[in-house]
Structures are given as structure tokens and as C-alpha cells.
């Protein structure tokens, strides 16, 4: 077990970032996945995290979903540990309560929807608010209508997700995380498993979010003129590692390293 | 030609008759054991306990491997040994719910290994507990998935009724034994058993399929 001593128990300051990775590190075996990150994100800060395949970047997000464990370092959200807990006044793996209680903060969408097939749409965004939240069917019916507006899913929300195409079951799932009100929102490759002709939809819905509302979002995308539209910052990965970061236009029009370089212009060769 | 006497059929068929509801009674009772038992026992298996896991799983084998009849004699003779007095319906719908739950606890464990693990990972997302997981999105799609299983089962529970007439239970077997020793002619009462087993396995076998399918559209799979 790692020394986690020189870790602090809370995060306090007057700009206490909303997410926090400290020393971060995440391995399968042998293979070290995450090495040593440190990243910080911002209050209603919008990042997005590009990279080749296998850099690391879906397993960012999932140990922020506690998806994953860590394997080293602690994860901070809104300045408490979120994969960590304090007892005896020391920083101890987190046990399922303190996860539950943490885990409110966060919601995700995941590159394959995952929606219930046994709900309707609605059904799907009124599961969380009623069975985790505590929210009365009618309440949450409410909420979920709002979001099935906000994401234009309205006249479909009677349809099981097998009637719906990938983007409206794409939105539906957005919806269904928004409905849990999160504070952060992760949005891995949301796009990547659907028909070209409806990224715009989904793409569209998140340009929205990021106009709109105050969440803090952290997005894996191979879609860099999206990332570029709608990110404050950019993350690059690659091995595991922050290879470089910046804002969109720093990153994109004059990027530092020799291994961004290669990955932008592999990628726009791509297109 | 051998001797096949209609009059006698006509006599006997009323006896039968009643039979078969035994026998329908007691592969519906058993059945309803087993497919609650099932459950419990294929959700006992993925604990995260490791003794319920082994002792369940041990338990499992051993059902499995060991004939349904030394289960059913070794209830009803031996139990009272041990105080457990039951009467031979009870002993029976004892141990073929028991023994059948084995089986489903099997069927029931495939159809929640195969429900996605993005499944899984979008109810964690949305902060369910363990509990809430498996009763709100992992068993909804998981049953769907076993009916196939659970309704070769039923017919299976179905024919292994006439076990039940080695310890007195009046299902059909026992009855026509005893129509064949009163009257010292077993051709019609045993040949008249294997019709009526036979003319409600085969509808049934459809009915199964008929019902998978219904569910399956009702929960937009
Ligand atoms: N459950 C696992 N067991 C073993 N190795 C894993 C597991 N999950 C991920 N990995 C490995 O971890 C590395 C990083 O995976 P990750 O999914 O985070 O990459 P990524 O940057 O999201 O790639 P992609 O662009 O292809 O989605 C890869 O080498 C992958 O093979
Ligand atoms: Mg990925």
C-alpha cells in the first residue's frame, strides 16, 4: 500500500478545483495505466481529454465513476476524497457508503448508451430520481419531461430504447444522468458509436449544456473540432500520462510537443 | 392382437383424471419452489461472502449429483431420525422443489451473466445500491433471458412427478399401480398414464415458447 500521508484530508483554499486527481495511478497487472496524474478541473469548467487509443483516457473517467479503483494517489471531488475516506485520521480505500455518498456528485454517459432496455425513455430518467433520490413518481416525471424537452426526446419518451436509433438513445441516456443532477458530468466517446449523419444531435445537445448550465464536464472525444468548440481546456494523453494541455486554440493552431504534433496531424490526415 | 379392453379405460378414466390433478398439483407446487429457491440460491452464489458462496455452491453440486428419488426417500424415511416428520406430499414438494432449484439456480445464473456489464456500470452511475441493481435492472432482463431454461425445466419437474409414488403421494403412477394390482390388468392403466404425460408435455413445451415470447415484447427486449 502506498503512503498517502502527504495527501491532505479535504481540499479548502477559496478555489477549490471541483475535481482533483493527486497522484493518481491505475495499473492492470503489469500494465500501468494511469501513471502519477495530477489534474485539476475547475468549477463549471468544460475539459476535454483527447489521445491515441489505450492512452488512458476512458480509464480517467471511470475511476472518477468509481468504475475503477485507484491504485495509487487519491481523487478529490468538490474537495472531499472521493476514493478515499478518513478514519482514524488517516486516508483509508473508501468502502461502499462513503462511494454512495460521493458518487451523487458525478453522473456518465457511456459510448454505448446503456439505457434499460425494460424502461421506456422517460421510465429510464425517472429511475434514478425516484429509486436512488427518493423523488415521487410525479415529481420526477416532471423532471424527466423537462429533460426529455431539454434534449429533444419529448415525443419519443414512451418508446423502449430497442425502437429508438443510436442518437436518440444517446440523448435519452444524457437526459437519464442529468436527471440524477450532478454537479460533474463524464462524457466518454458519446458519439463514437453512432452514424455520422446524427452526431450533430447528440454533439448539439452538449454545445447546450456547456452554454447553459453550470456543470462541469469532462469529455473523451476523437472528434477534435467539437473538442475545439467547446472546451476551455484540452487535455492530451498519451501513455498514461498529461503529455501536454492548453486552451482549445494553444493546443490546436500551436501545439508544444513533438508527440500532440503527431497525434493531430495523424488525426487530420484521418479526415 | 393383444388384449386392449375399451370398457375398462372408460371404467379407470374417471380415477386417472383425478390423478392428474395431483399430478399437476404437485409439478405446479414443486415448480413454484423451485423457481423462488432458484433464485435465492443463484443470488446466494454471487455474494460477496465467501463462506454462503461455497457453502451454496457445495450444496448445488451435491443436489445435482445425486439422484432426485434418494433425495426424496432420504426426506421422507430418514427425516424422522432427526425429528423432521412430514408427510409424503410435503416430503415430495420438499425435495423436488429443492432438487429442481439446483437446476434453475443454474438457468437463473446464466441469465444474469448475461446481462451486460455496461448495464452494471450505468446503475452505478446513477448510484443504486447492490439491492437496487439486481431488482430494478439486472433481474428484469435476466428472467426474460432464462425463460427458455426455466421452461425446459417445467416440463422436466413435470415428468418426474411419478417418483413421488414411492412414498404414497396419489399422482398418476401411484394411482394406476393401484388400479393394475386391483384389477391384475396394468396395460390399460399404463398405457393411458403415458398418453396423458405425453398430451400435456407437447402443448406445454409451446406454451413455454409462447410465454418467453410475450414477455420479451412487454419488456421491449
Ligand atoms: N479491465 C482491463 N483489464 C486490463 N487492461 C485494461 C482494462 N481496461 C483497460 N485496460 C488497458 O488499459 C489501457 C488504457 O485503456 P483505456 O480504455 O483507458 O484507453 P483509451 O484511451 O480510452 O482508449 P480508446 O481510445 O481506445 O478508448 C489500455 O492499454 C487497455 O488495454
Ligand atoms: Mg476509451
Redesign the interface.
Known amino acids: 500500500m502506498q503512503d498517502l500521508s502527504a495527501l491532505p484530508h479535504e481540499l479548502t483554499g477559496n478555489t477549490v478545483p471541483m475535481i482533483s486527481f493527486k497522484s493518481v495511478r491505475k495499473a492492470y497487472g503489469d500494465l500501468v495505466v494511469i501513471n502519477d496524474l495530477d489534474l485539476d478541473i475547475q468549477v463549471g469548467e468544460t475539459v476535454s481529454i483527447i489521445g491515441p487509443s489505450g492512452s488512458g483516457k476512458t480509464t480517467v473517467l471511470r475511476m472518477l465513476?468509481?468504475?475503477e479503483d485507484v491504485n495509487g494517489g487519491v481523487i478529490y471531488v468538490d474537495g472531499k476524497p472521493l476514493t478515499h475516506m478518513v478514519k482514524n485520521g488517516k486516508l483509508v480505500p473508501a468502502n461502499?457508503r462513503h462511494l454512495?455518498k460521493q458518487?451523487?456528485n458525478?453522473?456518465?454517459c457511456?459510448q454505448?448508451f446503456?439505457?434499460?432496455?425494460?424502461?421506456?425513455a422517460i421510465e429510464n430518467c425517472m429511475?434514478?430520481p425516484v429509486?436512488?433520490l427518493g423523488l415521487s413518481k410525479s415529481e420526477a416525471r416532471e423532471r424527466s419531461e423537462e429533460l426529455l424537452e431539454l434534449v429533444g426526446m419529448i415525443d419519443k419518451k414512451d418508446q423502449?430504447?430497442?425502437?429508438l436509433s443510436g442518437g436518440q438513445q444517446q440523448r435519452v441516456a444524457i437526459a437519464?444522468?442529468l436527471a440524477?443532477r450532478p454537479k460533474v458530468m463524464l462524457f466518454d466517446e458519446v458519439t463514437s458509436a453512432l452514424d455520422p449523419e446524427v452526431i450533430g444531435e447528440v454533439t448539439n445537445v452538449i454545445r447546450n449544456l456547456v452554454a447553459e448550465h453550470n456543470l462541469t464536464m469532462l469529455l473523451v472525444t476523437h472528434q477534435m473540432g467539437f473538442a475545439r468548440d467547446i472546451s476551455d481546456r484540452v487535455c492530451f494523453f498519451f501513455g498514461g500520462k498529461i503529455e501536454e494541455q492548453g486552451s482549445p486554440d494553444q493546443l490546436f493552431g500551436n501545439p508544444q510537443r513533438e508527440r500532440t504534433r503527431q497525434f493531430l496531424s495523424a488525426v487530420r490526415e484521418a479526415i | 392382437m393383444f388384449d386392449w379392453r375399451w370398457e375398462f379405460v372408460w371404467q379407470i378414466l374417471p380415477r386417472l383424471i383425478e390423478a392428474t390433478g395431483n399430478t399437476l398439483i404437485a409439478a405446479g407446487a414443486g415448480y413454484c419452489i423451485a423457481l423462488v429457491l432458484g433464485l435465492v440460491l443463484a443470488l446466494a452464489q454471487r455474494t460477496r461472502h465467501r463462506w454462503v458462496n461455497m457453502a451454496v455452491n457445495e450444496f448445488v453440486e451435491f443436489v445435482r449429483s445425486t439422484p432426485l428419488i434418494l433425495q426424496i426417500f432420504f426426506i421422507f424415511y430418514v427425516g424422522p431420525q432427526f425429528g423432521i416428520l412430514l408427510s409424503p406430499w410435503a416430503s415430495g414438494m420438499i425435495a423436488i422443489g429443492v432438487h429442481y432449484a439446483c437446476y434453475l439456480s443454474e438457468v437463473y445464473r446464466g441469465g444474469i451473466d448475461s446481462v451486460?456489464k455496461?448495464?452494471w456500470?450505468?446503475a452505478?452511475?446513477?448510484?443504486?445500491?447492490?439491492m437496487?441493481k439486481y431488482r430494478?435492472?439486472v433481474i428484469?432482463?435476466a428472467i426474460?433471458a432464462s425463460l427458455a431454461g426455466l421452461g425446459n425445466y417445467l416440463v422436466g419437474i413435470f415428468k418426474d412427478t411419478p417418483m413421488l409414488s414411492v412414498i404414497g403421494v396419489a399422482e398418476l403412477l401411484h394411482t394406476a399401480n393401484a388400479i393394475g394390482s386391483e384389477n391384475y390388468r396394468f396395460l390399460e392403466p399404463y398405457t393411458m398414464v403415458g398418453i396423458i404425460f405425453l398430451a400435456i408435455s407437447l402443448p406445454a413445451a409451446g406454451l413455454v415458447r409462447m410465454v418467453e415470447g410475450y414477455v420479451r415484447r412487454r419488456?421491449?427486449?
Do not use: D, K, S
Not at chain 1, 446503456?114 to 421506456?120: C, E, G, R, S
Open positions: 465513476m468509481t468504475l461502499e454512495r458518487r451523487v458525478i453522473g456518465m457511456f454505448h446503456n439505457l434499460f432496455p425494460h424502461m421506456t429511475e434514478g429509486q436512488v423502449h430504447p430497442a425502437r437519464r444522468a440524477m | 451486460p455496461g448495464q456500470e450505468a452505478t452511475a446513477l448510484n443504486m445500491t447492490t437496487q430494478r435492472v428484469p432482463q426474460p419488456m421491449g427486449l
